[in-house]
C-alpha cells in the first residue's frame, strides 16, 4: 500500500489551498506535479509538431509522443498500435458510435445499454439509431443498484448488434461483471464498447481479460490532463473501422478524387493531436503504475468503506448503491429534502468540495426516484481525516437546514 499523505504531497493545488477536501474526482482528478512537469518540459525543451519533421527537435517530440502511446499501452495491458489518443472518453465513444454504426446497424437492429450509462455512452447510439433504424433498449436495475442479470439474458438476443455498458457506474459506484456481459455478448455477434472513464483511475484493467472490442477512458480522471483520453480496440475491431475524421495525419496517399488511409492507430488521429496533453497522460499512468492499481484499488475500498461506516451517522441521510466488493469509491446522497445544490454549498463552506446534480446520468436518477443528488468521490490523495471532515460537515449543514429537512 502507499501512503496517501505522502501521496497528497506531490499535488501542488492542496498547498494552494490548505484544508480542502476534495470529494470530486470522479469529476475530474487533480493533478500531481509529475503530469504538469512532464508538459511543462516538452514545451520548453521539445516542441514541434510529431511524425512529421526530419529534424532532431521533431524527432525528440514524436518519440515523447509515442513513449506515451506505449505507456498507456502498458497501462491497460494492450499493445501501442491499439491505443487512439483522442480528448476524452466521449470522443472515445462517439468515434466508435459512429464509425462502426453508420457502417454496420440496420433497421430493427438493437443497441442494448443499460439504465447506469453516462449520457456519453448513451446519446451518441442514440443519433446514430435515429439515422439506421436500430432500436435502443436498456438493462434494468436491481433494488440494490446493480444491473439485473436475468433482464440482461432476456434482452440479449439475435437483434443485439451492440453492447455498449460503462465499467463502473458515476452515481452508483457499481462495478460491472464486463467480462461475464461481453462474453454473452459476443456470443450473439454484438459488438462490444465499454466505458471505462470511472473505472480505468481506480481498477487494475486488462482489456483483453474484458472480452471487450473496444475500451474508452478520459486522461483528466486518472489525473492526467484534459483534452487527452484514449480509445483502445482489437486490433482486428480497429482495422474495421473507417475514418471518424479527415485529413493530414491519417493518410496514406490523397489525390484529388479519392484517398487511402494509414492503418490504426494513425487512422483516427487527423491533424496535429493533443502532443503536451498525450504527453501528461503518459506521466499519469506511468504516476498510477508506480503505485500500483492494485493498491490504489484497495486504498479506493477501504475509503469507501469507512466512509459507508461513517455516514450512517448522520441522520437524514440517504444513500444510493450496492454494498459489497462490487462497488468503488463513490457515494451519491440526498440529505432529507434539501436539494443538493444547497447542501454542497454548505459544504463547500466548510472546505469539502463534492458535486451536485444529476451527473450526466439523468435515466439513472429516474431510476433512483430523485432528480439530482450530491456526490463525493475519493482518490489516491484523499485520506480517512477527509471522511471526517465531510461528516462533520454534514452533521452541521443538518442542524443549520434543519427547518427544511
Not at 45 to 50: G, L, R
Not at 125 to 152: H, M, N, S, Y
Not at 256 to 274: K, L, M, N
Not at 293 to 321: F, K, Q, S, T
Request: proline residues 5%; charged residues 25%.
Amino acid at each position: 500500500m502507499f501512503d496517501p499523505e505522502a501521496v497528497k504531497r506531490d499535488f501542488p493545488i492542496f498547498e494552494h489551498h490548505e484544508g480542502l477536501v476534495f470529494l470530486d474526482s470522479a469529476a475530474s482528478s487533480q493533478k500531481p506535479r509529475a503530469v504538469t512537469e512532464a508538459m511543462t518540459r516538452y514545451y520548453e525543451h521539445d516542441h514541434a509538431n510529431v511524425h512529421r519533421g526530419a529534424y532532431g527537435l521533431s524527432m525528440r517530440a514524436t518519440e515523447a509522443y509515442e513513449t506515451a502511446r506505449r505507456q498507456m499501452a502498458r497501462f491497460l495491458g494492450a499493445e501501442a498500435d491499439e491505443v487512439v489518443f483522442v480528448r476524452n472518453a466521449t470522443e472515445a465513444l462517439n468515434l466508435v458510435a459512429y464509425a462502426w454504426g453508420l457502417e454496420h446497424l440496420r433497421d430493427g437492429d438493437e443497441v442494448l445499454v443499460t439504465e447506469m450509462e453516462h449520457h456519453a455512452n448513451l446519446v451518441p447510439w442514440q443519433l446514430v439509431a435515429a439515422r439506421t433504424g436500430a432500436r435502443i433498449k436498456a438493462v434494468p436495475l436491481t433494488a440494490e443498484g446493480r444491473l439485473d442479470l436475468d433482464a440482461f439474458e432476456a434482452l440479449l438476443s439475435e437483434r443485439t448488434r451492440v453492447l455498449a455498458v460503462t465499467q463502473m457506474s458515476n452515481v452508483l459506484g457499481t462495478v460491472n461483471p464486463v467480462a461475464e456481459l461481453a462474453a454473452a455478448a459476443r456470443e450473439r455477434g454484438a459488438l462490444v464498447v465499454v466505458d471505462g472513464a470511472q473505472a480505468a483511475p481506480h481498477l487494475p484493467v486488462r482489456v483483453r481479460e474484458l472480452n471487450a472490442d473496444f475500451y474508452a477512458l478520459s486522461g483528466h480522471k486518472m489525473l492526467g490532463p484534459t483534452g487527452a483520453g484514449v480509445l483502445w480496440g482489437r486490433r482486428e475491431a480497429l482495422a474495421d473501422l473507417p475514418p471518424f475524421l479527415g485529413g493530414g495525419s491519417m493518410i496514406e496517399e490523397v489525390t484529388i478524387e479519392r484517398s487511402t488511409y494509414a492503418p490504426p492507430p494513425q487512422r483516427f488521429e487527423a491533424g496535429t493531436p493533443a502532443i503536451a496533453e498525450a504527453i501528461g497522460l503518459g506521466a499519469a499512468a506511468d504516476y498510477l503504475m508506480r503505485l500500483g492499481m492494485e493498491n490504489v484499488w484497495a486504498h479506493d475500498r477501504a475509503l469507501l468503506e469507512y466512509a459507508l461506516e461513517r455516514l450512517a451517522e448522520v441522520p437524514d441521510l440517504h444513500l444510493y448503491g450496492p454494498r459489497g466488493a462490487d462497488r468503488g469509491g463513490v457515494i451519491a446522497f440526498n440529505l432529507g429534502r434539501l436539494h443538493p445544490h444547497d447542501l454542497a454549498t454548505a459544504l463547500d463552506e466548510r472546505g469539502v468540495a463534492v458535486r451536485t446534480g444529476h451527473h450526466c446520468a439523468q435515466p439513472l436518477h429516474r431510476r433512483l426516484g430523485v432528480a439530482a443528488t450530491a456526490r463525493a468521490s475519493f482518490y489516491v490523495y484523499n485520506t480517512p481525516t477527509d471522511v471526517d471532515r465531510l461528516v462533520e460537515a454534514l452533521l452541521e449543514a443538518r442542524k443549520f437546514f434543519a427547518d427544511w429537512l
